[in-house]
């Protein structure tokens, strides 16, 4: 099977079977999607969208965040991963977009990546979900099942990862494949054991077909 054919076939798929992928983090403008994703740093989306709503009701605005300090806000965000770390994160990146951006969340990679808290990750689901641009965000999930099935191949890190997709993923669709593969890593393709019996696109599958020759071969 040719890198395109594998491409074609798990897009087509996807298409099909999850033609509305979408965040599962729960916001309603761009700042608050910016805090989510901030929080959502090696954290489930299930224990960020807890912590979110008294958050935001707290600091509704870049301007409340930013004039707050840790101690008033280290309380909401206590029970997600790394508390104090994301309290500075959060309180900075709130700062910067008062003072640099008018409050307003940027809309370009290189203003993003200067926000406290935001890495490049961050910026593509940004730019992918709040302006809808062809950015490809790699997360544990994304890298993985990249990986796995065969859309890359031994990626080293996750930004070569990001430039394969986004090289063979027709730009129409790079950010909801974001979306499917998060999606299809957090549910199906399970890091440790994997529910293949459960999966649609097996037939595109590197993983598949190597367990299968394994099998086989017993």
């Not at 076939?9 to 989510?36: C, D, K």
């Not at 890359?152 to 070569?160: I, M, V």
Request: net charge positive; glycine share 4%.
């Amino acid at each position: 099977m040719t890198t395109k054919e594998r491409y074609r076939g798990v897009i087509e798929w996807f298409r099909e079977n999850m033609p509305t992928a979408q965040t599962e983090l729960h916001y309603s403008n761009p700042y608050q999607l910016l805090v989510a994703v901030i929080l959502s740093a090696q954290c489930t989306d299930k224990r960020v969208n807890i912590v979110t709503p008294a958050l935001f009701e707290a600091f509704p605005t870049p301007d409340a965040l930013a004039a707050a300090t840790p101690d008033e806000v280290f309380p909401y965000i206590k029970s997600v991963t790394f508390p104090n770390n994301k309290t500075k994160s959060l309180i900075g990146m709130a700062r910067r977009l008062v003072e640099n951006f008018g409050g307003d969340v940027p809309s370009d990679i290189d203003s993003l990546v200067t926000l406290p808290g935001v890495g490049r990750k961050t910026a593509n689901v940004i730019l992918s979900v709040v302006y809808d641009k062809p950015a490809m965000a790699v997360d544990t999930h994304v890298f993985r099942v990249s990986n796995r099935i065969g859309l890359t191949k031994d990626s080293p890190n996750p930004y070569a990862t990001e430039k394969t997709l986004v090289k063979n993923i027709p730009e129409e669709f790079v950010a909801t494949a974001h979306h499917w593969l998060i999606l299809h890593g957090r549910y199906v393709c399970t890091a440790r054991n994997p529910h293949c019996d459960e999966c649609g696109i097996t037939a595109y599958c590197r993983h598949f077909a190597a367990q299968a020759r394994l099998s086989k071969s017993k």
